[in-house]
C-alpha cells in the first residue's frame, strides 16, 4: 500500500521505517491519478534510456504504459524545429491523444533525449516546447500562467494552457539516476534545513536588467523573510564588480545571477536537502551532458540538488526565471514543476526545469501567507459597506419624512384629518430608527482594528478615514474633522477578471449611472484608464494599493483589486444611489462581460 | 380627496423605503464577508461579528412582517380613498393607474384586496 508524502507531516517522515520508505510516494498534485499523470520520454534505440524512464517510474509509482519511446537521434540539440518535430513532438502529441497520454499533465524528458533545437539563433529548450504541445510553436510566447498574484494550485485548466515538463539527464545513467534518488533523500527531508544563498546584485546595462534586480530585492524583502529559513545574501561592491557567491555549504536553495560558470569546489559537503539551484545566466542549460563544461545545472544536479533550471541560449533579462512566483507557490505547497511554471516569464522558449518536478518540500515556519485582508485592510472594506448600510437605512428614514410631507403639504382637509394620524405614527416610528439599530454595531466596529490606541491614532498611522455619518450614530467614531471622509466622496472597488487563458494586459472603462439600465442621459460619469489613470488604484500586492501604470494592468493579476478614488470635481450628493458599470478591455481589444453594481455615497 | 399624484407618490415612497432597507441588509452581508476574509483575533473577529449578525436579524425581522405602521397607514388612506370614490379599484382604474405588487401587498394587510388588473410593475426600476 503507497504512503503519499503529502499526508504526513515532518514528524512522520522522519519517523518512517524503512519498509514505509520503500513504499513512500510523493504525490504533488491535487488530483488525479499520479500513476497515469506522468508521461516519461526516452529515446527507442537506446537501452540506457529505456533503463532510465523505468528506474523512473517505478520510483514514483508510474504505470509503464506511460513510458513513450521516441526516434530521436543521441545529439543534445537537434538542428532545427522540423527535426524536433519530426523526432520527439508529433511521436509525444500521437502518444497524448492515446489512451493513456489524454491523462498525461506533466513530460519527464528523459537520458538521452536531445534538450532543445536551433531556431534563429537560439536553442529552444525541449521542456518549455513540451508545456505547449498542444499549441502552435510560437517562440518566446508570454507565459499565461507566469506570476499569478492570486495563487492556486496547478489544475486541469491550467494544463490545458501547458504541461509542467521537465528534463532529467546527465554525463552517465549512473547519475541521471542519482538525481531521481536526490529528490526522494530530498523528500525524506521533510522540511528544508538548509540555507538560500541570494545574489540580486550584478553590474545592470539597461533598463531591463535594473528592472530584474528590482524584482530580486523586491523578492528579498518581500517573500524572502517569510520562508524562515537562514540566508546568505551578497552584498554590494560598486557598480562594476558582479559580486558572486564564493562557495556553498549547508544549502538548500540558491539564486543568483550573471555568474557564468562554477567549479566542482563551489559546493561544499551536503549535509542538508538540496532543492533548488538558478543561475540566471545565459547558456547554462545548453549542456548537461559534459561533465567537463562546469555549467550551472549540470554542477547542481551532480552536487545533489533535486532540481535546478537554465537557459539553453540567452533568454534575455525579460525571460529570466523570477523567484518571487516560484518561492511562493514552493513555499504554499506547489511541487517544483508548477513553481516553475508560475515562474517563468515565456514559453517556447530557452529555459529549461532539471530534475524531479514532483518534489514538493516544507518549509520550517509556523507562519502561514494569508491572501485575506489585514486588518487594516478588512477595517476600510468594512467600513465601506457599513456606511453604506446606515446612508441606506438614513435614505430609508427620508423617503417615510418625504410621505408625511406629501400628505401635510396637501389642501385637502379631508385627506389631512382622516390619513395624517396614521402617517404621523409612520414618521415617528422611523425617524432616528437608524441610530438605535446601528449603534452598538458602529462602536464595536470602531474598537476592531486597533490595540490599545485611540481611533485617530489609528487613523492616523494607517492614512485612513472613516465616513461622517459614523459620529452621528455613535460618539465613538467622533474623530477631528482631518479624518472624515469629505461631504460626497465615494470609491469604486472590484476584483481584477482575466477570463480568458491567454496573457494580456487590461484597461478599466467604469460608467457611473443614475439608473441601473443606464438609459441615455443617466449616465453621469465615463472613466477609461487608457485615457487617463488619475484616481485609479490597483492592489499590486496584498493590500497594497498603488497607481495604475499608463499600460494598463497585466492579467497575472487576476483576483487582485482596483480602486477609483473619487476626486473632488467627481463628488456625489450625500447618500446618493447611483450604478457603476465597469469593464476590462486587453491590447486585442478584447473585452471583459460587464459587471454592474449599485453603491451608495456613504459619506 | 387625495390627488392620484399624491397616491401614486406615497405607493412609490413605501416601496423605495422597502428596498432601501433591503440594500442596508444586502450591505451588512458584504461587511460580513470581509470580515470573514479578515486577519484578526478570534475574540474580536467574534464581537463583530455577533453585532453584524444582530443588525441583520433586527432587520430580517422586521422584513418578515410588514411594518404594522406602514399598513396602519395605507389602511387610513384606503378608506380615505374608498370614502370619497366607493372603491380603491375603481379609483386606480378610472385614473387608469397600476400599482407595484409591494404596495399591493400592503393594502391586502390592510383589508383592501388590489384586483389583478390594477397591479402592475415595481415603482422602481
Given amino acids: 500500500m503507497p504512503i503519499y508524502w503529502s499526508n504526513l507531516s515532518a514528524d512522520e517522515l522522519a519517523n518512517l521505517t524503512n519498509e514505509q520508505w520503500a513504499e513512500l510516494v510523493v504525490d504533488p498534485l491535487v488530483s488525479g491519478d499520479l500513476s497515469l499523470s506522468v508521461a516519461v520520454v526516452y529515446r527507442e534505440d537506446s537501452a540506457e534510456s529505456l533503463e532510465f524512464a523505468t528506474y523512473y517510474a517505478d520510483k514514483h509509482g508510474i504505470d509503464h504504459a506511460m513510458l513513450v519511446p521516441v526516434p530521436c537521434t543521441g545529439d543534445e540539440i537537434l538542428s532545427s524545429y522540423a527535426a524536433f518535430q519530426t523526432q520527439i513532438e508529433n511521436p509525444l502529441i500521437d502518444f497524448l491523444a492515446d489512451e493513456y497520454g489524454l491523462t498525461a499533465r506533466i513530460i519527464i524528458v528523459g537520458y538521452g533525449v536531445p534538450g532543445g533545437f536551433h531556431h534563429s539563433g537560439n536553442i529552444i529548450s525541449t521542456t518549455s516546447r513540451l508545456s505547449r504541445i498542444h499549441h502552435t510553436f510560437d517562440p518566446g510566447m508570454s507565459n499565461p500562467l507566469f506570476a499569478r498574484q492570486r495563487f492556486k494550485r496547478y489544475d486541469d485548466d491550467d494544463a490545458d494552457i501547458a504541461i509542467i515538463a521537465s528534463r532529467i539527464d546527465a554525463p552517465t545513467l549512473a547519475l541521471a539516476k542519482s538525481i531521481v534518488n536526490n529528490m526522494r533523500l530530498t523528500a525524506r527531508q521533510g522540511v528544508v534545513n538548509g540555507k538560500i544563498y541570494f545574489d540580486p546584485l550584478a553590474p545592470t546595462v539597461d533598463e531591463a536588467e535594473e528592472a530584474y534586480q528590482a524584482e530580486l530585492l523586491d523578492f528579498e524583502a518581500q517573500v524572502l523573510p517569510v520562508l524562515n529559513i537562514p540566508s546568505y545574501k551578497t552584498t554590494f561592491w560598486d557598480e562594476y ?15 543568483s545571477w550573471k555568474a557564468d560558470r562554477a567549479g566542482y569546489t563551489f559546493f561544499k559537503e551536503k549535509t542538508t536537502a538540496r532543492v533548488f539551484l538558478y543561475n540566471g545566466d545565459t547558456d547554462g542549460a545548453e549542456s548537461v551532458r559534459d561533465p567537463l563544461d562546469k555549467r550551472w545545472p549540470m554542477l547542481a544536479l551532480n552536487a545533489g540538488y533535486a532540481a535546478t533550471a537554465g537557459a539553453m541560449s540567452d533568454p534575455l533579462p525579460e525571460g529570466l526565471l523570477r523567484p518571487k512566483p516560484f518561492f511562493d507557490a514552493l513555499f504554499r505547497g506547489a511541487s517544483i514543476g508548477e513553481a516553475f511554471l508560475f515562474a517563468v516569464p515565456n514559453l517556447d522558449w530557452t529555459i529549461t526545469l532539471f530534475g524531479d518536478p514532483l518534489l514538493t518540500v516544507k518549509f520550517p515556519t509556523a507562519e502561514v501567507l494569508l491572501d485575506g485582508y489585514t486588518s487594516a485592510s478588512g477595517f476600510n472594506l468594512m467600513g465601506q459597506h457599513l456606511q453604506s448600510a446606515i446612508a441606506y437605512y438614513l435614505e430609508r428614514e427620508e423617503a417615510y419624512i418625504d410621505i408625511f410631507n406629501i400628505i401635510n403639504d396637501t389642501d385637502s382637509v379631508e385627506v389631512i384629518t382622516q390619513t ?15 441610530k438605535g439599530v446601528f449603534s452598538r454595531l458602529v462602536t464595536e466596529y470602531t474598537k476592531f482594528p486597533r490595540g490599545a490606541g485611540s481611533l485617530p491614532q489609528f487613523l492616523f498611522e494607517r492614512g485612513d478615514k ?3 455619518l459614523l459620529p452621528l450614530i455613535s460618539p465613538s467614531a467622533s474623530v477631528p474633522t482631518a479624518f472624515l471622509f469629505d461631504f460626497g466622496y465615494w470609491q469604486f472597488e472590484d476584483e481584477i477578471q482575466h477570463p480568458v487563458s491567454d496573457f494580456a494586459k487590461y484597461t478599466f472603462i467604469l460608467k457611473i449611472a443614475t439608473d441601473d439600465l443606464f438609459t441615455v442621459g443617466s449616465t453621469i460619469l465615463t472613466l477609461d484608464t487608457s485615457v487617463s489613470t488619475a484616481g485609479w488604484y490597483y492592489e499590486k500586492e496584498s493590500n497594497q494599493f498603488v497607481e495604475i501604470p499608463q499600460g494598463g494592468i497585466l492579467s497575472s493579476f487576476a483576483g ?14 450625500e447618500r446618493k444611489v447611483y450604478y457603476a458599470r465597469i469593464w476590462q478591455e486587453n491590447e486585442f481589444s478584447e473585452t471583459t462581460p460587464t459587471r454592474t453594481f449599485k453603491q451608495v455615497v456613504g459619506t | 380627496m387625495i390627488t392620484i399624484g399624491d397616491y401614486i407618490s406615497i405607493a412609490c415612497a413605501l416601496e423605495r423605503a422597502d428596498l432601501l432597507q433591503s440594500d442596508a441588509a444586502n450591505s451588512l452581508v458584504s461587511m460580513q464577508n470581509v470580515l470573514s476574509s479578515t486577519r484578526a483575533s478570534d475574540g ?7 453585532e453584524i449578525e444582530q ?9 418578515s412582517q410588514p411594518l404594522q405602521n406602514a399598513v396602519a397607514a395605507v389602511q387610513s388612506l384606503q378608506r380615505h380613498v374608498e370614502r370619497y370614490y366607493g372603491s380603491v379599484n375603481s379609483f386606480l382604474a378610472d385614473n387608469s393607474v397600476k400599482v407595484s405588487p409591494f404596495f399591493a401587498s400592503l393594502s391586502l394587510e390592510a383589508g383592501y384586496e388590489i384586483a389583478a388588473a390594477n397591479i402592475g410593475s415595481s415603482c422602481i426600476s
Avoid: C
Wanted: hydrophobic share 45%; net charge positive.
Fill in chain 1, 466 to 468: 472613516i465616513s461622517r
Fill in chain 1, 420 to 434: 395624517m394620524p396614521a402617517f404621523t405614527s409612520l414618521a415617528n416610528g422611523v425617524i432616528a430608527e437608524t
Fill in chain 2, 44 to 50: 474580536k473577529i467574534l464581537a463583530l461579528r455577533n
Fill in chain 1, 241 to 255: 564588480t558582479d559580486v558572486v557567491i564564493p562557495k556553498v555549504s549547508a544549502d538548500s536553495f540558491m539564486w
Fill in chain 2, 55 to 63: 443588525v441583520r436579524d433586527k432587520i430580517a425581522l422586521q422584513r
Fill in chain 1, 560 to 573: 487582485r483589486r482596483i480602486r477609483y478614488v473619487s476626486p473632488e470635481t467627481h463628488y456625489f450628493d
